[in-house]
């Protein structure tokens, strides 16, 4: 029984920072930005634009009447949370109008709940035929002004339909994760900002990657050769591409080094000017891939998901025939290239408005129209 992702889409929010500004701003070499981390814009989220309104302004163009009516499960994968008790995923039901008996929960792991939440939604499904899972990767990352992350924040939301028989990609039965107990980069629920040891994250990451690939290659016998393409959870794109390179070594023809390297850039292309969205990052550079490569119908993605603690996780899935006509491409491009860019000092205006929830609606709500939803006002904890 075919189970995958029938449709997708994303919001990233209207504004964003250049890293020649930024660099500029904290007196560093571009290059380090640019080349060191891979980095070319960052996104950069109004206080109206939260976790909630995000993940709707994602989902909202996909949905039909009758996704509405299949949908018994909606889940929002976050890192970003705004309340221990109450679900994202709630409000956004309601928001969506989706059926009332549907279940509605939150899942965190860092980055990489959003994979759980895909293989949650794939188990689901294999008992339920013809109902569909909603998953919403929605997150922002922010690690404060002239932070060493500073150059790695970034905001958005993924939004995922699975289904049976999918129009994008078929989910193989070849998943793998590997939990390892480290201490790189973690939210504690008392601080504003990420506690992160920045060199630790990066060791862990590429050891994460390394031990799943090694057992998913023994599990499944596959090689890189069996694979079109390898898309990443992309905190910034340097990442990704070092952790690659560690198992495209000698052993392995150039030809298809080069090959699957310029998947790689094509799979980044839209993170670079994003920046890191947390658990929706490898999804967006799924899409990034799924817009500027052209795949033939089954050949295989190799999916690596990662969430700092540490959860890593290595799944693959089957291209589906015509795959590409389920992609809203013109809407994908308009989003990200009619953006506004910020100067440094209204980024950090928007940043300092953020941490004190001040809205300005004159200066937030710019022409976006991909924003049908926002952030009005909290009121006695209420959001509106
Ligand atoms: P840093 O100390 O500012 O930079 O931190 P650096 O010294 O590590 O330099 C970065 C790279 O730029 C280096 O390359 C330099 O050589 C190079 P590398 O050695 O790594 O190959 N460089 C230059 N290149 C060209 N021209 C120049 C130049 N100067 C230097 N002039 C760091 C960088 C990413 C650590 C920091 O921004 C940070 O802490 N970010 C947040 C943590 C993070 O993103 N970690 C990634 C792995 S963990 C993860 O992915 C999980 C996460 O998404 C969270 C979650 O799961 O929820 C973060």
Request: some cysteine; charged content about 25%.
């Given at each position: 029984m075919a189970i995958g992702i029938d449709k997708l889409d994303f919001y990233i929010p209207n504004f964003y920072v250049s890293m020649d500004d930024l660099a500029k701003a904290r007196e560093v070499d571009p290059n380090k930005f640019k080349i060191g981390i891979g980095q070319t814009k960052m996104a950069v989220n109004p206080v109206s634009q939260d976790i909630i309104s995000m993940g709707i302004n994602a989902a909202q163009d996909i949905l039909s009447e009758q996704d509405k009516k299949?949908?018994?499960?909606?889940?929002?994968?976050?890192?970003?949370?705004?309340?221990?008790?109450?679900?994202?995923?709630?409000?956004?039901?309601?928001?969506?109008?989706?059926?009332?008996?549907?279940?509605?929960?939150?899942?965190?792991?860092?980055?990489?709940?959003?994979?759980?939440?895909?293989?949650?939604?794939k188990d689901f499904l294999s008992n339920n035929p013809g109902k569909k899972v909603l998953v919403i990767a929605s997150d922002i990352a922010r690690y404060g002004l002239n932070s060493?992350?500073?150059?790695?924040?970034?905001?958005?939301?993924v939004a995922l339909l699975l289904s049976h028989n999918p129009r994008i990609l078929e989910l193989n039965d070849d998943s793998v994760a590997y939990t390892n107990n480290v201490y790189?980069?973690?939210?504690?629920?008392?601080?504003?900002?990420?506690?992160?040891?920045?060199?630790?994250?990066?060791?862990?990451?590429?050891?994460?990657f390394n031990t799943v690939w090694n057992e998913y290659s023994k599990r499944t016998g596959y090689t890189v050769n069996d694979f079109e393409s390898f898309c990443f959870h992309v905190p910034f794109t340097k990442m990704g591409e070092k952790a690659f390179k560690t198992i495209l070594n000698e052993n392995v023809e150039d030809s298809i080094k080069n090959r699957l390297m310029d998947a790689y850039q094509e799979s980044v292309l839209w993170?670079?000017?994003?920046?890191?969205?947390?658990?929706?990052?490898?999804?967006?550079?799924l899409i990034s891939l799924l817009q500027n490569h052209t795949f033939q119908p089954e050949e295989k993605v190799c999916l690596f998901s990662y969430g700092s603690g540490a959860v890593g996780e290595i799944f693959s899935g089957s291209i589906v025939k015509g795959y590409d006509k389920a992609l809203d491409k013109e809407k994908?491009?308009?989003?990200?290239?009619?953006?506004?860019?910020?100067?440094?000092?209204?980024?950090?205006?928007?940043?300092?408005?953020?941490?004190?929830?001040?809205f300005d609606f004159e200066r937030e709500l710019t022409q976006d129209p991909y924003s049908k939803v926002y952030?009005?006002?909290?009121?006695?904890h209420i959001r509106t």
């Open positions: 299949d949908i018994n499960m909606v889940i929002v994968a976050t890192e970003s949370g705004i309340d221990h008790s109450k679900a994202a995923s709630v409000e956004i039901h309601n928001q969506l109008n989706i059926q009332p008996f549907a279940r509605c929960i939150e899942m965190k792991e860092a980055c990489y709940s959003a994979t759980a939440a895909i293989q949650l939604a060493g992350g500073e150059p790695t924040q970034g905001a958005g939301a790189d980069f973690w939210r504690p629920t008392s601080e504003k900002y990420p506690v992160v040891d920045g060199a630790l994250s990066k060791d862990a990451y590429i050891e994460s993170n670079r000017d994003v920046g890191n969205i947390y658990t929706g990052s490898l999804y967006l550079s994908h491009l308009n989003m990200l290239e009619s953006r506004e860019q910020l100067s440094v000092e209204e980024y950090e205006t928007f940043f300092n408005r953020f941490d004190n929830q001040e952030l009005y006002s909290i009121e006695d």
